[in-house]
């Protein structure tokens, strides 16, 4: 032992020294060791022994010589190879810096190999704090990126004198890091003014020998590390590393080889059979935006998978798992040389696709359908391009997983599912590693968390050690691990770990399930609970889009089958749904992403909604005749839902004015309505002396306060008050909202207690709408000097619900806007809108699984309901949701500073309404009417000729438990239309769907749109018998 860090004690054990002082120890028989046992916080002194004595004489970099010549041109905007080698380049030097942030330096680059190292591996290195891409010939060749440890590209792996000497190289350097440009850390919003530093380009020659015999230092000793001294292995790396010190010359390359034969033959040793067997596979999570705008991720793609081929040209049982669809049909048309080569590795099984949808989306707020389309969109394009689709569904990082996600899983051919996010938990450790989820309906897939906890695993011993470990109760050949670009040689030298796929490793997991755990609901995700809140404007536009494509497609769809002369637009909505799908992506949905991810996502949005509106107005047209221009006095409306809907509407007048109108509307159709309807109980407003105001319409009774708050809200079918005793809804809150670190993502506990109540008047309430068909009343507070609330509180004559459109002049930094509604309910649990259904999550804080939902997430309404009685609250832009006891919150706007220093800084639109209730919210049709408010009513000017009240239905549904969610046309069937439908009170029903559609024949499909059965369901006068278990989705594919 000659390092004097070690000392010998009186039992004969050798203690290492740590620099902090504290004693470990280490051995007490290894007298002759050379080698000593890494400290965690130093660099390991191994490398100090063979890598400093390795690279006196022979370096792992031998010779090396300058590049011939080097110029570059700065361009603002991400450009094509052949526009780039066009312009005009200028001398640059190594040292040069490079920027502003977001630009691209294009280099040329000249070099010649010196003859003297024929026979050598040459490499050229490029070493700059930008992420860069090498291009050789017009093709791309290596990413190269200093944050992720790749700074070398092969130019020879032997130098002979045929091959050319001479090159002309280019590389395309982007002014960003690996996670951006963050102003001082790495989540802080990006400093616009950033320059890059070129510190190296050189060619270099690579001992390829030398770098074998450092990984087999750096393995042998995180053994020793790791494994712990108790264990035997750990001393057989030591002792073994001890050989292979003593027989290597530095001076006598020749030796080398002998050296790195001892590594193998101790790490070839083979397992005992209750050995785990780790299940390793390359993958690279590239987030399609983040800390990087959307355009830079087309890049990413291609310096990542790019480097992942050079990987499998040299180690052809390399498997490296990628997911997205979209990255894969950016990288199909930005760089279609790489992309043929991606098909043909993926030919040979090494380049292997997962997941199955268009984005990894966020797992929480985007609705059923378009987590349906994600797959739908995904699966296709995936058996497109590679004539096949995905068998798991791969989603590792975000921030919490719905529970109808097993059965559209399930729906779209998908069994298995791989994530390891909940391993994030704040407070709770989830308890399994391997097991069943099951989903609010019963499906259920086969799960696997990585239990190395991450998708950024190295596998690097550590990893390994851990991942076997924390493996606890599982069968024993459970994992899967997954590996880096750059060192995935490190892994496989160890026996334990195989190089495997996807495939393989679940089919291993399927043969025995019979011990595995199954759990139940959601895979809530205790942290980034803010989430649901951040950057509103990004959640309302997926509301809104989510909404105007269901309409086009209902409209579209009945024009299509009525008439001849229309034609579906398929390609133009299946451009519009995928960039709804993008935006979904889980960092720009969730409101996690830097400012000009919000703006990309914004333009999306509104391009969406314009093309969507348009498609919307030729459809109806086409479909009812008339236009906005057209001048008669009578209107159609068109329902998209399927339920009759009595509503009041804005109705334009022959004087070019709009007059409020009741009108009943019938299911999937139109009425034409040349009278409104009377309604049976006008609503009357009555101004009380003290400013404050009552409001009735036959269901409900509502009193305001000046400034706005209900101080009393009676059901008057029920005689029953929801509003306790000496408090008051729609009361605005304000909370501090400084989390601990994820600025964007997280609300901790503790904003809890920092509770204001907003209500300093501004604009005492007035009366707006006197009665009659509506009664409203408008007022404003302030929530600071910059932040003010504007509210118009309407109820409407036949509407069981109190709306307040609301808006919101937002001005904060670190504050958190909800609104609470206490109520008179008492239950345990409050119920929340999820995707096709609903679940229950505890209105109590018991355990710390209870606690830890302090804020959950839900769609378009949450309800509080004891039996007989409840109150829901719906909103049309929303997902933030709390119910502690009796008091229901709906969670408004956030004032996050990082990733984007300006998020949520603007005004602000939005809905909600309070609805109680008699009986069960499934009798009372809360589902319905929150659908009503995100689903307004079409209202066109009908023709002059147009004289008499008509209506017509193109679908309903007997039974109020089914919803008819989408009307499509079917994919590549221009003669058929897909129906999906979902049982929503959670029951087992068996229904009728009637249509006045031509249908020729039904048939139940999957998903993705494939006929599940040969015999079609029997039509009897226009209907269709239908059977649904709770939450069940079924699809029909109707044919004409
Ligand atoms: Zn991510």
């Known amino acids: 032992m000659h390092d004097s860090r070690y000392k010998e004690t009186k039992q004969g054990f050798y203690w290492l020294c740590r620099s902090d002082g504290i004693e470990e120890k280490l051995t007490n028989n290894f007298p002759f060791l050379n080698v000593c046992y890494c400290v965690p916080s130093e660099e390991a002194p191994l490398r100090y022994n063979i890598k400093g004595n390795i690279d006196a004489l022979c370096r792992l970099f031998g ?18 190879y052949e526009n780039a080698v066009m312009q005009e380049f200028i001398p640059a030097k190594v040292g040069d810096s490079f920027g502003p942030t977001w630009w691209t330096s294009w280099f040329r680059v000249t070099l010649t190999i010196p003859k003297a ?84 380009a050189e060619l270099v020659v690579f001992n390829r020998d030398v770098h074998e015999l450092l990984i087999d230092f750096e393995v042998l000793s995180d053994i020793a590390k790791h494994l712990g001294i108790e264990n035997q292995h750990s001393y057989q790396a030591l002792y073994t590393a001890n050989k292979m010190v003593n027989a290597c010359d530095v001076e006598d390359r020749s030796t080398f080889a002998k050296v790195h034969r001892l590594a193998s033959d101790f790490l070839q040793q083979e397992n005992g059979k ?59 048309s930005w760089y279609p040389g790489l992309y043929t080569q991606i098909q043909e590795f993926a030919e040979k099984g090494q380049f292997v696709i997962v997941g199955g949808t268009w984005v990894e989306m966020d797992g929480n707020l985007p ?34 997983y719905s529970a109808q996600l097993p059965q559209i899983m399930q729906g779209c051919g998908i069994t298995r599912f791989l994530t390891q996010k909940l391993s994030w938990n704040l407070v709770n450790e989830f308890p399994h590693h391997t097991f069943f989820w099951e989903g609010i309906d019963g499906s259920r897939v086969l799960t696997h968390f990585p239990p190395g906890n991450s998708y950024e695993m190295k596998c690097k011993v550590e990893e390994d050690l851990s ?37 393989t490793f679940f089919s291993i997991l399927e043969a025995d399930t019979t011990m595995l755990c199954t759990w139940v609901g959601e895979l809530f995700l205790e942290l980034h609970n803010g989430s649901y809140t951040s950057q509103a404007k990004i959640k309302k536009g997926n509301r809104k889009c989510e909404c105007i494509l269901h309409s086009v497609e209902v409209v579209s769809s009945l024009a299509s089958v009525q008439k001849d002369t229309f034609e579906y637009p398929s390609s133009q909505l299946q451009h519009l749904w995928r960039l709804l799908l993008l935006n979904q992506f889980h960092d720009v949905l969730p409101g996690t992403c830097i400012q000009p991810v919000v703006e990309d996502a914004v333009k999306f949005y509104e391009e969406i909604q314009s093309n969507g509106n348009e498609l919307l107005k030729e459809a109806i047209q086409c479909l009812l005749g008339g236009s906005e221009q057209e001048t008669g006095k009578n209107i159609h409306v068109l329902n998209t839902l399927s339920w009759e809907r009595t509503e009041v509407i804005s109705m334009p007048r022959l004087e070019g004015d709009e007059v409020l109108a009741l009108i009943k509307v019938p299911s999937v159709g139109f009425a034409t309505v040349t009278k409104p309807l009377v309604p049976p109980h006008p609503v009357i407003v009555n101004s009380q002396g003290d400013g404050s105001v009552l409001m009735e319409n036959g269901i409900l009774k509502v009193a305001f306060d000046s400034s706005g708050r209900i101080t009393s809200l009676s059901h008057l079918l029920y005689k029953r008050e929801t509003i306790p005793d000496g408090c008051c809804g729609n009361q605005f809150v304000l909370f501090d909202d400084v989390p601990l670190y994820w600025d964007a993502w997280d609300v901790m506990d503790y904003h809890l207690e920092t509770r204001k109540p907003v209500s300093q008047v501004v604009k005492p309430l007035e009366v707006v709408c006197p009665g009659g068909v509506r009664g409203s009343v408008r007022y404003s507070i302030r929530i600071s000097d910059s932040s003010k609330i504007r509210q118009e509180i309407i109820l409407d004559a036949c509407c069981p619900y109190v709306k307040f459109k609301t808006e919101v002049e937002w001005h904060e930094a670190h504050k958190f806007l909800k609104v609470e509604f206490p109520t008179t309910v008492h239950s345990l649990n409050a119920t929340y809108e999820i995707q096709f259904g609903h679940l229950q999550r505890p209105t109590h804080r018991n355990t710390s699984w209870d606690w830890a939902r302090f804020e959950v997430w839900g769609h378009k309404w949450a309800d509080l309901s004891e039996h007989g009685f409840g109150v829901a609250i719906l909103n049309d832009c929303k997902y933030g949701y709390s119910v502690h006891r009796n008091i229901m919150t709906l969670s ?44 307004p009513l079409h209202i066109v000017p009908a023709e002059p000729s147009v004289s008499a009240s008509s209506f017509w239905s193109a679908f309903s549904i007997q039974s109020p438990a089914v919803v008819l969610e989408t009307i499509k046309q079917a994919e590549d069937r221009q003669n058929a239309l897909v129906a999906r439908l979902y049982e929503s009170h959670g029951s087992t029903v068996v229904t009728w769907l009637h249509t006045s559609l031509p249908v020729k024949q039904a048939i139940w499909c999957d998903l993705l749109e494939q006929p599940m059965t040969i015999k079609p369901l029997s039509i009897t006068d226009f209907q269709i018998q239908l059977s649904f278990t709770p939450f069940q989705i079924r699809s029909l594919l109707l044919t004409f």
């Open 63 to 80: 010779a090396c010589c300058p590049i011939e010549s080097l110029s570059y041109f700065l361009t603002p905007s991400r450009i094509l």
């Open 117 to 200: 190292w024929k026979g050598e591996e040459v490499h050229l290195v490029w070493e700059s704090d930008g992420e860069a891409l090498l291009w050789r010939n017009g093709i791309p060749v290596q990413g190269l990126t200093k944050e992720g440890e790749k700074i070398s590209y092969v130019l020879t792996e032997k130098l002979t004198d045929e091959e050319p000497h001479s090159l002309e190289l280019y590389v395309e350097l982007a002014c960003n890091g690996l996670f951006g440009a963050g102003q001082g850390s790495m989540i802080s919003a990006p400093d616009p003014n950033r320059s890059f530093t070129l510190y190296k």
């Open 274 to 332: 209750s050995q785990h067997t780790v299940h390793a596979m390359g993958h690279c999570h590239i987030d399609t935006a983040w800390l990087w705008p959307y355009e830079e991720t087309i890049r990413k793609c291609a310096r990542s998978w790019v480097s992942v081929l050079r990987l499998m040209e040299k180690n052809p049982s390399f498997i490296f798992t990628c997911s997205q669809a979209q990255q894969f049909e950016w990288v199909k």
């Open 367 to 400: 609705s059923g359908e378009s987590m349906v389309r994600q797959f739908l969109q995904g699966q296709r394009f995936f058996q497109q391009e590679f004539g096949k689709q995905c068998c798991e569904f791969w989603l590792p990082d975000t921030f919490g």
């Open 467 to 503: 991942t076997k470990i924390k493996i606890k109760a599982d069968p024993p050949i459970r994992y899967h691990g997954s590996s880096p670009l750059s060192k995935c040689d490190d892994a496989f030298r160890m026996r334990w770990v195989k190089q495997s796929s996807p495939e």
């Open 892 to 935: 408004l706007l956030r004032a996050p500073k990082a990733p984007d220093a300006t998020a949520d800084m603007d005004h602000h639109q939005f809905t909600y309404a309070i609805m109680p209730h008699a009986g069960s919210f499934q009798e009372a049709n809360v589902i319905q009417f929150a659908y009503n408010i995100n689903y």
